[in-house]
């Protein structure tokens, strides 16, 4: 492929990286929530979009499948970041990663008498390392998605997740109880890729760091 393959996820990463594409003269030529083509073209010929799920996208920049993608820093704590050089923090998608748990339990004085927590997640790498550094025993249970039910039903003393406005912990009686990190999405780059068609990349690089907004 002569051209630049970029790998984006519907929803939310897809919505705020439209004005980093239209400041590259990048264009969809279709919207993604309402076609059901998973190769997009755009308005520059020489410019594709591919449509993966949030967590695949670092995998298709790593082989190559994609020069280009935009993936959460979640994902990419994950995932490892093989291959993949992270030029850009691009300010999208922004939240935080925290633990939960169940209103009325008391975290602070488990972890105090050095109680041994189950934790449910899909984030089983960032929650490890987490929870290593403050000294907490944890088992880990992964999960792929709907975490908040997990203490609701005797699954979990506690969750990781991403939380942004917090409602979604509210309406299943769930507190925030510690932060994690902040997250935001990152550009991610194929490391072959940008040494073959630096001529080609960087101007796209430039164009979305130009776009980046606080
Ligand atoms: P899927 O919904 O396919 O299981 P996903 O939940 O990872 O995957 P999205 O919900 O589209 O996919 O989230 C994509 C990225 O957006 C996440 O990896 C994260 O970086 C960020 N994100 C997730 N939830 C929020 C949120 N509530 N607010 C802001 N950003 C978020
Ligand atoms: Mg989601």
Do not use: W
């Not at 300010?91 to 189950?118: E, H, N, Q, S, T």
Request: with cysteine; aromatic share 4%; proline share 5%.
């Amino acid at each position: 492929m002569t051209g630049i393959t970029i790998a984006l996820s519907k929803g939310r990463i897809f919505e705020e990286t439209l004005p980093l594409l239209a400041a590259a003269g990048i264009v969809p030529a279709d919207d993604p929530e309402t076609s059901r083509k998973l190769i997009l073209g755009t308005s520059r010929p020489d410019v594709r979009l591919v449509i993966v799920r949030a967590s695949d996208t670092p995998t298709y920049v790593q082989y190559g499948a994609a020069d280009l993608g935009i993936a959460g820093k979640d994902v990419l704590l994950e995932h490892g970041g093989t291959g993949l050089y992270q030029p850009l923090d691009l300010k999208i998608a922004r939240c935080r990663m925290a633990v939960a748990v169940p209103d009325g339990f008391d975290y602070a004085a488990a972890v105090r008498r050095g109680a041994r927590l189950r934790v449910a997640t899909k984030y089983i790498q960032t929650a490890r390392e987490h929870f290593a550094a403050k000294g907490v025993h944890v088992d880990l249970i992964k999960l792929y998605g709907s975490m908040e039910l997990a203490p609701l039903v005797g699954l979990a003393d506690a969750i990781v997740d991403l939380v942004s406005s917090g409602n979604t912990l509210k309406a299943n009686n769930l507190v925030a109880v510690e932060d994690i990190m902040p997250i935001s999405s990152r550009l991610i780059v194929n490391q072959a890729a940008l040494k073959m068609k630096r001529e080609l990349l960087q101007p796209v690089i430039d164009a979305f760091a130009g776009a980046v907004r606080d």
